[in-house]
């Protein structure tokens, strides 16, 4: 999961970033609009992988991984004079989703472009943004269809036809100024729009950025594969930062001091989680024990190519036992022994916290 974190400059983007990642990236350097991006992977801390480490004793534990990128250059009037850079563009298209700082904190000490604090205003503006930016997509490909359908160029009318009408649909709701992500589409619709970037499709975690001592902001923002979280992000920052350096008594003082139960890079990763629709199985051994992450609904075969493409291709069966039932258990042989090792096909939907082992021949 690749996720890049967005808002305008001064947001606390970078702040956040750090504390997601545990960086230490310096803040508070607007780019001016110019595209420059940090890049970060993190491990996905799962107490299911420590217990099934200390199980199998394995060589090597391996987390599932996130990458965040601190994407700078989006500003207030982006797509005036040509648009956002094809960089840029190029960049936020291979992203899976965003997480999206909107400022809410005032200082005096890094004041506010617009002369205000106002984190609606500001969250509607990169919205705009990348709303246009659609836009102009859309219209282009509604353009180019029907100009292949009149002029009798398209061979497969009823394809083009289709997309057309998708087309019109997306048009329809962007000219409505409703991001593309309200839409249900169908499995098959999606895939059609998988290569075009559209901009607004992608999911958002929109993070308030609030101030130490400051009450949590109720904003207005209900859509759908959108989720809203406030953080007081310089705080969050530095308990990121105490616990990056191993100075768990700190940590659990401040952490108790503001009332903080859980870390923002597990809180943001939950939703994460939770909002792309993912989900983690694991695989284990005397080689390693290993998280991999897997879209919810996905089959025994799905798994087997997060795993490896050979694997997929030359599926025969899928060993499965739940999670919960291999540590009550105390390990493969006793869950084989009670009967809870299936041996499941290629449609089997794996389950949260299934440990799987792919049996395959090529």
Do not use: C
């Amino acid at each position: 999961m690749k996720l890049g974190v967005i808002g305008l400059p001064s947001s606390g983007k970078t702040t956040i970033f750090n504390a997601l990642t545990k960086g230490d990236a310096p803040t508070g350097q607007s780019m001016g609009g110019r595209f420059d991006v940090l890049t970060a992977v993190v491990s996905v801390y799962d107490e299911r992988v420590d217990v099934l480490t200390e199980m199998f004793n394995p060589k090597k534990t391996t987390f599932a991984k996130i990458t965040y990128t601190d994407v700078a250059g989006i500003k207030k009037g982006a797509n005036e004079g040509g648009g956002m850079s094809a960089e840029l563009l190029n960049h936020l298209a291979g992203l899976d989703g965003f997480v999206h700082v909107v400022r809410a904190f005032e200082s005096d000490l890094v004041p506010h472009a617009d002369g205000s604090v106002d984190a609606a205003r500001d969250l509607e503006i990169v919205d705009t943004e990348f709303l246009l930016n659609d836009l102009g997509i859309v219209e282009r490909r509604i353009e180019k269809i029907e100009d292949g359908l009149r002029k009798g160029a398209t061979k497969n009318k009823a394809a083009a036809q289709a997309e057309l009408t998708l087309f019109q649909q997306l048009n329809e709701t962007l000219s409505e100024e409703r991001p593309l992500r309200t839409l249900d589409l169908s499995d098959e619709q999606e895939k059609m729009l998988r290569g075009y970037g559209l901009l607004t499709l992608k999911p958002v975690i929109v993070i308030i950025n609030i101030g130490d001592d400051q009450e949590e902001l109720d904003l207005a923002y209900d859509f759908p594969h959108t989720v809203v979280a406030n953080l007081r992000g310089k705080l969050e920052m530095e308990l990121s930062q105490l616990s990056a350096a191993g100075d768990t008594e700190s940590l659990e003082m401040f952490m108790e001091e503001y009332g903080v139960t859980e870390l923002s890079l597990d809180r943001v990763i939950g939703l994460s989680y939770d909002l792309m629709g993912l989900q983690s199985f694991f695989t284990v051994g005397e080689d390693e024990v290993r998280a991999w992450t897997i879209k919810r609904e996905a089959t025994a075969v799905d798994a087997a190519a997060t795993i490896h493409t050979d694997l997929a291709k030359g599926f025969i069966r899928a060993e499965t036992v739940a999670y919960d039932e291999l540590v009550v258990l105390g390990g493969l042989p006793q869950a084989r022994s009670a009967g809870k090792l299936r041996q499941e096909g290629k449609t089997y939907i794996v389950q949260d916290g299934d440990v799987i082992n792919i049996k395959f021949n090529i």
